[in-house]
């Protein structure tokens, strides 16, 4: 509703800041009551995506920690990816274990130019520390991502973290500590799928949301080493049917015990 009223009247708010979409508003003399209706929408939108979507409380960290985690991965303020499903927030038990990796000043630099006032919507030089370091935190911190078509490139990654532990040498320690991270991963995963529509309205948004959700049953299954696939094309459209999304998420379940 949003984007429609704005588009008839010849306005996009992506990039524009708010003293600007009042100011341009009043330049071109746009009736009262329209220009009430606007500044409604508007803010209703604003308050939507810049408020935590869930209310978190973990022991894990501080509840100043979970917001700023929150506010930096899924503030869209002034942008139009309203029109897609909230990011589910991150676990207390990823939250936990982002806290003590953040203590790293590069991940700390990289992690904080999330936020969208960096302009940086496909998240290019995190995805870069990402490959040069296989770095499993920031990876599945970008699940929660403002931009949904990098949510999906933020999935398709930790699918390639996942893939190279053959590779992987380490000792007895390192490799419970990879486990550990390997279930926190599915149990969040899980509540991803659980918490977020399977299908949403529209032609492209529908076909990236498709994506996406393709690519959460795809990452679950490259972590159990099961495979869930469906009897059509799930490259571009999202058709596991209801039964058989039942049965993945009891075996994804299953095999966390």
């Known amino acids: 509703m949003q984007r429609a009223l704005l588009v008839r009247t010849g306005l996009l708010l992506e990039d524009v800041p708010f003293e600007r979409f009042v100011r341009r508003r009043v330049q071109r003399r746009v009736p009262g009551h329209e220009l009430t209706a606007m500044l409604t929408a508007f803010l209703v939108g604003c308050s939507s995506s810049a408020v935590a979507s869930q209310d978190i409380t973990c022991s894990e960290v501080s509840a100043s ?32 274990m982002l806290h003590e990796e953040l203590k790293d000043d590069s991940l700390h630099y990289h992690f904080e130019h999330l936020h969208q006032r960096y302009n940086d919507p496909r998240a290019t030089s995190a995805f870069a520390f990402i490959a040069r370091h296989d770095h499993f935190h920031l990876a599945i911190a970008l699940i929660a991502h403002w ?14 973290y996942r893939r190279i532990r ?19 991963a599915v149990r969040y995963l ?22 996406y959700m393709s690519e959460i049953i795809r990452t679950l299954d490259v972590f159990t080493g099961q495979a869930h696939d469906t ?27």
């Open 65 to 96: 920690f979970a917001q700023h985690v929150e506010r930096t991965l899924s503030d869209t303020t002034g942008r139009f990816f309203n029109d897609f499903p909230t990011p589910t927030p991150l676990t207390c038990e990823l939250q936990g």
């Open 147 to 160: 931009n949904p078509d990098t949510r999906i490139e933020a999935l398709r990654a930790v699918q390639d």
């Open 166 to 184: 053959p590779l992987v040498c380490t000792n007895t320690e390192g490799f419970a500590q990879l486990q550990r991270q390997d279930r926190a």
């Open 190 to 211: 899980i509540r991803v799928l659980e918490s977020t529509p399977l299908f949403i309205p529209g032609s492209e948004n529908a076909t990236i949301h498709s994506v």
């Open 231 to 257: 009897t059509g094309d799930m490259r571009m459209r999202f058709d596991m049917p209801e039964a058989r999304l039942q049965q993945a998420l009891s075996d994804w379940r299953n095999w966390l015990q």
